[in-house]
Structures are given as structure tokens and as C-alpha cells.
């Protein structure tokens, strides 16, 4: 059963465990926070076109993914600046990613501007080098969402959240993907953000249903936590101490309504598997 740590939040993406906290950001209070397994929350910055993605480059430098200008913003001295511009590439807004070892960031975007009545349409996984440098890593991807990449560093998964599947690529010494092919179809889930666990299983965020599914490479589904009535799951993070507290973005609905309705929630679980790879 899901216990809530935080409430009264707008809409929470990006949940990461980083230096004994939670980090996550607010789509619409614009903000990056970070809480403490006991509660206490700090704003770390404000990202007025709405923050989503993060993670850290290997000297520690937070990365941002700010949505609407599609940006990929770096923090330095408490202040954002432009890591690189993502407007030729992202098609519609831009969500979440995932920074490996190196310091390159995959960067996924909606394709399409979906609270403005846009048709749906394919949207391309960019790479972000550590320099700035940006390049189309994939693309025909269905609504490129959560991303993992494992211990090894040699495998990267998708959620393709239209596309109802986790869809995995190999890595190339230089961050190029290649072999791409379905890790597991999900009919009928819409997958959203995903992490990751020591046991090579995947734990998957259904933005539509009622609950977050513990999922196999191949799609078998092994554990299901209900997110209680009228709920969602929108992101998950494995974090704490020892990376078995699954930390959960939950929320009664997506979308600009959710400004105001302040229903958001971080709640968490524990479970048996340690988190592994990155995030």
C-alpha cells in the first residue's frame, strides 16, 4: 500500500534519489523541489516554462529539462542557464530523460502539443553530449517518455506511452542507439515514467490506469500496487538509503485542470528489489 510522504502539489514529474533526497519537479508551480525521507521540502529553482526531466552531470552540475521552450537547461550558482536548444528537434513539448555515466542526456518530447487539440504524431529521442551538442539519437517513437538505462551501460528503455510499450536499444561507445526492438508491449497501459530494479525488472507508471506495474523483459506483469481510487501514477523512482523505498509521482489527472486542483502526491512503498542503473 502506498503511503503519501507529500501532498498538495500540482502535477509531479521526474522523481530522482540524489544525495539522500528526493528531487522532483511541479509542473505548475514551476518549480524543482527536493524532500527528505522525513518530509522537509526546498525549492532548488524556478523554471517558469515548466520543469519536467532530471539529472546531474558527472561533476555534480544539475541538468533541466524545461518543457515548453524546449530548452535542456543547466543549473550553475543557484541559476539556470542554456545547456542546449532542443526547439529543431522536439516536436512538441518536452518531458523526461535520463543523463548516463558520461554526461549525455536523452531527452524525450510529446511529438505533439496534446492540451492544444494537436493530431498525434511520431516524435524523435534527442541525445544531448556533455558539450551542448545535440543529436537525433531515435526516431518514430510513439510519445518517448520515462527512460532507464542499465547497469552496464549498454542498454537504454524507453516508455513509448501511446505506443503502449517499453521499446530498448543497445549503446554505443559514443551514445548512438541501435538494435531497437520491443522489451515489453503493454496493451492497454500507458506507460509514463519508469525505473528500473537490481532483479532486471522494470517498475512501469500507468498514466491511465490504477495501478504501477512491476513489469519482465517479454511483458510479463509480477506485481501490481493499486494507487487507491481515482488515482494515477505518473512517475517512480526507487530511492532511500539502501534504493528499496519506491517513490511515487501520483495524481487524480494530467493536463493544465491540474493547476488549480493541487492533488498531487509523492507516496511511497517499500519493496524487495533494490533500484539499479540510472536514474
Not at 72 to 81: I, Y
Not at 188 to 201: H, K, Y
Not at 258 to 276: C, F, H, L, Q, T
Amino acid at each position: 500500500m502506498l503511503t503519501t510522504l507529500l501532498d498538495g502539489l500540482t502535477f509531479t514529474e521526474g522523481p530522482r534519489w540524489h544525495d539522500g533526497r528526493l528531487w522532483f519537479s511541479d509542473f505548475y508551480t514551476q518549480r524543482v523541489l527536493a524532500v527528505t525521507p522525513e518530509g522537509r521540502v526546498e525549492t532548488i529553482l524556478e523554471v517558469p516554462p515548466r520543469p519536467s526531466g532530471l539529472g546531474w552531470l558527472p561533476d555534480g552540475t544539475l541538468l533541466v529539462v524545461s518543457m515548453l521552450d524546449r530548452r535542456l537547461l543547466r543549473v550553475e550558482g543557484g541559476k539556470p542557464r542554456l545547456h542546449a536548444d532542443l526547439a529543431s528537434m522536439a516536436t512538441g513539448p518536452c518531458n523526461d530523460m535520463v543523463v548516463d555515466a558520461r554526461g549525455r542526456a536523452y531527452v524525450g518530447n510529446f511529438g505533439f502539443d496534446r492540451h492544444r487539440g494537436e493530431p498525434p504524431r511520431a516524435a524523435a529521442l534527442a541525445r544531448v553530449d556533455p558539450d551542448g551538442t545535440v543529436t537525433r539519437a531515435a526516431e518514430g517513437l510513439e510519445f518517448p517518455n520515462g527512460t532507464v538505462i542499465t547497469p552496464d551501460g549498454r542498454t537504454l528503455v524507453v516508455a513509448e506511452t501511446m505506443g503502449q510499450r517499453l521499446t530498448a536499444f543497445d549503446v554505443g561507445a559514443d551514445g548512438a542507439l541501435t538494435g531497437r526492438r520491443v522489451w515489453a508491449a503493454l496493451d492497454g497501459v500507458f506507460p509514463d515514467g519508469i525505473c528500473l530494479d537490481a532483479e532486471g525488472a522494470i517498475w512501469v507508471s500507468d498514466a491511465r490506469g490504477p495501478d504501477l506495474l512491476r513489469v519482465r523483459e517479454g511483458g510479463t506483469i509480477d506485481r501490481r500496487i493499486p494507487t487507491g481510487p481515482g488515482r494515477h501514477a505518473f512517475a517512480c523512482i526507487l530511492g532511500g538509503a539502501d534504493r528499496r523505498t519506491l517513490y511515487v509521482c501520483t495524481c487524480t489527472g494530467s493536463g493544465p485542470a491540474m493547476a488549480d486542483k493541487r492533488d498531487g502526491r509523492i507516496e511511497s512503498v517499500r519493496v524487495d528489489a533494490p533500484g539499479a542503473g540510472l536514474p
